[in-house]
């Protein structure tokens, strides 16, 4: 596919007044950096996060920097179904359009097998389970013309196994290969949102990015939680290869607001190996694409979360 000679930025996002964009972890890193893009282009903004002091703390940054934006606070732990359905039943009692919901938040590579609540494999459920139910409450306010969803995959995900004998790694976890499951699995999401939407014609659209390698602190709670000499080298290697968490929000940013961005493509960076650099369109791992894998993994979602998906119905309504 080719390559944009224009290196889009920030600067290039279109004004968003009026608009209304909810962003899961946006309160630190990539999330706080596309919060503040889009406030700052005059869109409203929630932070869907876990803690209230960090939401209220990164809500003052973006006030601090624009003024007039407006940005509310969302409590959401995703790694909890319970607050999954009490975050979109308060939103949904506001009765508001939603014109970007933005699937952020994630876990990486936890050095021991943790579970949510629910009893999902940590990874999977916050990365992937919990967009997936929080989404699915969410589409009757997302139906309408112009409405985004963006889903933030990585290029981990390439080299991803998609074990339906063993989803939630009750045996032989490996931290790195269950992030990369969970990363898969956003994609394969993403896609197969999109492929719904069409087929019930409804004018919101599914879009995957990726971050390139972004200095963020997922690398700090995930694998440097294992403390010792790779708690060490991490920060210093990422420093090394990576870019700002501000430069890794833009294909993010790209998705969300650029006239060109179109639904089922999936965006990331256009450096050497996507690692750093501007949005441009990329090209995912074979299996993200295979609607066999996405029709069963969405059919499992359903059935593990409880929150089912009337596409059908509710955009016809």
Known sequence: MSRASHKWTAA???????????????????????????????????LA???????????????????????????LDLAS?????????????????LDLLINNAGVMALPERRLTRDGFEMQLGTNHFGHFALTGLLLPQLLHAGARIVTVSSKAHRGATMDFGDLQWEHGYRPWPAYRRSKLANLLFGFELQRRLER??????????HPG????????????QGGGLIAKIIPLFIALIGQSDAQGALPTLYAATAPQAQGGRYYGCDGLGEMRGYPVEVRAET??????LAARLWQISEELTGVSYSIDATASS
């Open 200 to 209: 019930a014609h409804a004018p919101a659209i599914s879009i995957v990015v």
């Open 287 to 292: 299996q993200a694409y295979d609607e066999a």
């Open 213 to 224: 390698v972004s200095n963020t602190n997922l690398f700090a709670a995930g694998p440097g």
């Open 81 to 97: 179904l319970e607050s999954v359905r009490a975050a979109a039943a308060a939103f949904l009692s506001t009765g508001r359009a």
């Open 49 to 75: 996060c876990r803690d209230h002091i960090r939401a209220d703390s990164a809500r003052g940054r973006i006030l601090a920097a624009v003024p007039n934006a407006q940005v509310e606070v969302l409590i």
């Open 12 to 46: 290039d996002i279109p004004r968003q007044d009026g608009k209304l964009a909810l962003i899961t972890g946006g309160n630190s890193g990539i999330g706080f950096h596309a919060a503040l893009e889009l406030a700052r282009a005059g869109c409203a903004v929630i």
